[in-house]
C-alpha cells in the first residue's frame, strides 16, 4: 500500500482534513456573500465564520472518539487540543484582532503617519473569532466527521 493510500484510509485524518476545507469555502462564500468581493485570503486565512480550527479539531476529536472510544488516549488528546483551541480562537486571538483594529485606526491618523515601509501595512485583523463563530464550526467538525465515519463504515 503507497503512503497516499495509507492516508487516505486515516479516517480521523481525513475527518480534519475536511473539516478544516469545508469551513474555508464556507467562510470564503460568507465573505463574498456579505461583501460582494471574492477575497482569495480567506481560502487560506483565519477569522471570519465559521471558525475553520474549531471545526478541524472537533472532526478530529469526534472521529478519534468514533473509531478509538471516548475512553481511549486518542480521544482524550484531541479532547484537551480541542477544548485549547476553541478557548484560544475567542481570548487571546480575538483580543488581538481587536488591537489590530485599533491600531490600524491610529495609524491612518495623520498625526500617526511614518515613512517606514513596516509601518505602512495594516494590521490582520481576523485573527479571532466570535463564540457563535467558535460553535458554528464546532458543529459543523461534528456532523463532517460522522459523515466520514459512515462513508468509512
Known amino acids: 500500500m ?11 485524518l481525513v475527518s480534519a482534513i475536511i473539516g478544516w476545507t469545508v469551513a474555508q469555502v ?18 487560506v486565512g483565519s477569522g471570519g465564520m465559521p471558525s475553520s ?3 478541524t479539531v472537533c472532526a478530529l476529536t469526534t472521529a ?21 483551541v476553541m478557548y484560544d480562537a475567542m481570548g487571546v486571538r480575538r483580543e488581538t484582532g481587536k488591537q489590530a ?11 500617526f ?5 513596516a509601518f505602512q501595512q495594516r494590521l490582520k485583523e481576523f485573527v479571532g473569532h466570535t463564540p457563535l463563530q467558535v ?12 459523515y466520514v465515519n459512515g462513508y468509512y463504515r
Open 2 to 12: 503507497t503512503f497516499w493510500e495509507e492516508v487516505a484510509r486515516n479516517q480521523v
Open 26 to 43: 464556507l467562510k470564503t462564500l460568507i465573505d463574498f456573500g456579505l461583501n460582494k468581493s471574492f477575497s482569495a485570503e480567506r481560502l
Open 53 to 55: 480550527h474549531s471545526a
Open 64 to 84: 478519534a472518539g468514533l473509531e478509538y472510544g471516548i475512553s481511549s488516549f486518542e480521544f482524550a488528546v484531541s479532547f484537551v487540543l480541542s477544548a485549547v
Open 101 to 111: 483594529k485599533l491600531l490600524n485606526m491610529l495609524m491612518e491618523q495623520d498625526f
Open 113 to 117: 503617519k511614518f515613512d517606514n515601509e
Open 135 to 146: 460553535l458554528a464550526g464546532a458543529i459543523l467538525g461534528i456532523v463532517l466527521a460522522f
